[in-house]
């Protein structure tokens, strides 16, 4: 008897790949390794590839299976679907070695006896010897079984886990990466099955996947079996934790977002059926499926798996995991890991970006959802709602835009030679992503009904270049590619920052050369992220409007109430660009809206005045002390403060914008204290928006009361020039290099300067107009931060300018 057929899951490990596969190696090595730190991995055992090499042997397969490997033409998916078919249909129908089904159904009795049953419930995983590999992940490439149950049904689960390595995406993925089908073993995996169902399951990687930022764990979860995930049938919830300050003790979670899930897989009612689909209850679609404790837990675990694997490795290794809660016990599971494949390979030097060519171009928006990757693609629509659609002979031709309700692994040979990829379902982490982003392909994911508004033989552009949203527009748009090699770009003397609105799109500019953040303005998050004026969401019960109120509740879901949903909202924008900056510093402008921006926001329109000139109205520091607007400002001073001492963001700087007088920043100053933000207490800086002329006027006094000085040339532009920026009739005479503006400029760097306070400018003027930049240099500006696509020109021109 052969005894490497059947061995524990305990006794195997990393260096039995070729025997065990890469899914069976990588929870054996956790399971001796990490147990001991507190990592949990379900107990099981493994029928090694011996198995499977003597299945093909005394079956008499092999030549079979040569000889209809060979028919195959790859540029038509129907010739590999007919082979794939012909092989996994030979298997199913080939005898089970006797000798061999008597030793696994002997090591699932011993399992069994082990959880003090006589027929437990256990997964059956394909584990193949290619798979999970550092250079390429055939993720989803082979199947697994859920909630197998009895010597019968699981000789059947392990002769289908065979026949998986002949599916069509198996087949055509292994031809992608040129690996030889008969170099390629497959063990499976036998695991006692977390009760999943019950609770909630999803995935985790040691990264963010589409920017591959290193410093988060992201985590994707929904209620019951971990399928419904992976093949992005559900729009999961989204957790990310900043790994720095987790390390550190705090509880760094930067990210909670609520997806939409409205159903859930769970075991079925009898042995025909192991699983089944049900709607989830609507309670449980509006809460989330992790509390904080298992979101930081589950963190906590990823590190130490990577760790471990980035030392064995002797380089960095991101992992991507596979996690199930056990409704039973209430305990948390690792069910599976591999290393990350994509961003792992990934060149970190170079900057590439791609824009719509014309700015000015016209552009009809169809439709959005989740964007994966950073590409542009064009093409024409081809909708198909399964593999088996066929209109007269139509085929998906290469470079169309494959749209569908979802994919899984078997839509792969398709995947490939799509021009981009629309899905209704899905999320960041489901198969249609993961494949896409291995491919190089633009896809859209989670956009509800693609398949509807989008129609057959539809010329559309597909954009995801704009950040985490993708964008459909009509028609076919001409877009451009710039690579630029950071290694090349020189070193200024002068620090340059950068202007980041967008939270979503912080982690995509982290690895560029720069001092940290100049200006992160709060508006973008409140007017993006909240959506709803902070006092309608203190108040709208006093002010018995009934559609405000309903339209309150729909915004708030999953948060226990208004307050804690402002201020978890706001901080969560906040931690995701302060984080892709730690430890340079983030200075943050408390908002900043003018009263006709705010009573655009949801129930705006109870609290804010009709002005004649907003812009010179209440906004502001005239704001924050306020009674009306006080307990509003009060919301914002708790978001900073959850982020910089609960979050452990202590690079966090707060800024006041548009503060008249000295008296006026010691009030706003006095009421941050109520909030409990304290000058000086635990590093917190102050710094000052220098934008009107008492600001430079009376710099001296005011740079008693702050810790810097911070150049809004736009409105201090405005104010030295009495005009209005907003009116076309005198756009002609505004001018930030005017020698009046400049005389201002002058003015405050020196007295700056001479009180010992930094002094910066956040704005366009310096990328524009490299004479601006070379008088602020000049003058000794302690830094000048400008927008992301502006920073490469801007680093050329100051460094010629300091040379």
Known sequence: MNDRIILPLNGVGLADLALVGGKCASLGEMIRNLSGLGVNIPDGFVITTDAYWQFLEQSQLTPFIKRELDQIDFSHVESLRRVGSRIRQAISNARFPHELSHQIIAAYEGLSRTYDQAATDVAVRSSATAEDLPDASFAGQQETYLNVRGPA????????????????????????????????????????????????SGVAFSLDTESGFKDVVMINGSYGLGEMVVQGAVSPDEFLVFKPARKKGFASIIEKRLG???????????SDERTRIIPTEESQRHRFCLEDRQILQLADWVMTIEEYYSSLKSKWCPVDIEWAVDGLTGGLFIVQARPETIHSRKRTHTMTEYRIGDPSTPKQLVGKGIAVGDKIAGGKVNILYSLDKRVGGHEFAKGEILVTDMTDPDWEPIMKIASAIITN?????????????????PAIVGCGNATEFLSEGQWVTASCAEGEEGYIYEGKLDFECTETDLDDLPTCRTPIMLNVGSPSTAFGYAHLPHSGVGLAREEFIINNYIKAHPLALLQHKEIKDASLSAAIRLLIRGFEHEQAYFIHKLSYGIAKIAAAFYPKKVIVRFSDFKSNE?????????FEPVEENPMIGWRGASRYYSTAYKPAFGLECQAIRKVREEMGLDNVVVMIPFCRTVEELIKVKAVMAEFGLVQGENGLEIFLMAEL????????????????????????????????????????????????????????????????????ICGQGPSDFPDFAQFLVEEGIDSISVTPDSLIKTIRAIHSIEE
């Open 153 to 200: 049904a699981l000789i059947d689960a392990v002769r289908n886990c065979f026949a998986s390595l002949f599916t069509d995406r198996a087949i055509s993925y292994r031809q992608t990466f040129d690996f030889d089908i008969f170099h390629v073993g497959l063990s499976v995996c036998v695991q006692k099955m977390v009760r999943s169902d019950l609770a909630g």
């Open 260 to 270: 939409v899930k409205d159903k859930l897989m769970v075991y079925g009612d009898h």
């Open 425 to 441: 379902k899905g999320g960041r982490t489901c198969h249609a992503a993961i494949v896409a982003r291995e491919m190089g392909v």
């Open 598 to 606: 705010y009573r655009n926001l949801l129930g705006g329109n109870h």
């Open 693 to 760: 002329p008492s600001n430079i006027i009376l710099a001296r006094e005011f740079a008693k009361h702050i810790d810097g000085f911070s150049i809004g040339s736009n409105d201090l532009t405005q104010l030295t020039l009495g005009l209005d920026r907003d009116s076309a009739l005198v756009a002609h005479l505004y001018n930030e290099r005017n020698e009046a503006v400049k005389t201002m400029l002058r003015m405050l760097i020196r007295t700056a300067r001479e009180c010992g306070v930094k002094v910066g």
